[in-house]
């Protein structure tokens, strides 16, 4: 099982970015994916999810309405489109799969997810 993600880069404020994750060794079209990211010197967290089938999504609060996560099973591609960035998006992002297949729920907490992207920093300069 493993994810790869790509996609960071330097970018100015109110710019855009997409990162994608590329899956292999597991049946991508029946598990929910997360992004996940990082800033220096905080903790890991939640910042959108989509479920196995496309069809549900959630988001953080702090990127709600700026950012759009979204998958093509066909490609076991999971995508994160981040448009209007700020500084404070700056961080590692890391694409995630979570641990239960075919559930409906869409999940949030680290916890939930059992494989991880090496992730791809995203910096946004002022």
């Known amino acids: 099982v493993q994810l790869q993600a790509c996609g960071g880069g330097l970018v100015q404020a109110g710019g855009s970015l997409r990162l994608s994750c590329a899956a292999s060794?597991?049946?991508?079209?029946?598990?929910?994916m997360g992004w996940f990211r990082q800033a220096p010197g905080k903790e890991r967290e939640f910042v959108a999810a989509?479920?196995?089938?496309?069809?549900?999504?959630l988001y953080a609060d702090s990127v709600k309405g700026r950012f759009t996560i979204s998958r093509d099973n066909a490609k076991n591609t999971v995508y994160l489109q981040m448009n209007s960035l700020k500084p404070e998006d700056t961080a590692v992002y890391y694409c995630?799969?979570?641990?239960?297949?075919?559930?409906?729920?869409?999940?949030?907490?680290?916890?939930?997810?059992?494989?991880w992207g090496q992730g791809t920093l995203v910096t946004v300069s002022s």
């Open positions: 995630a799969k979570d641990r239960s297949r075919g559930i409906w729920l869409i999940r949030t907490q680290l916890s939930e997810y059992d494989t």
């Open positions: 060794g597991f049946t991508f079209s029946s598990y929910g």
């Open positions: 989509i479920a196995w089938h496309g069809g549900r999504t």
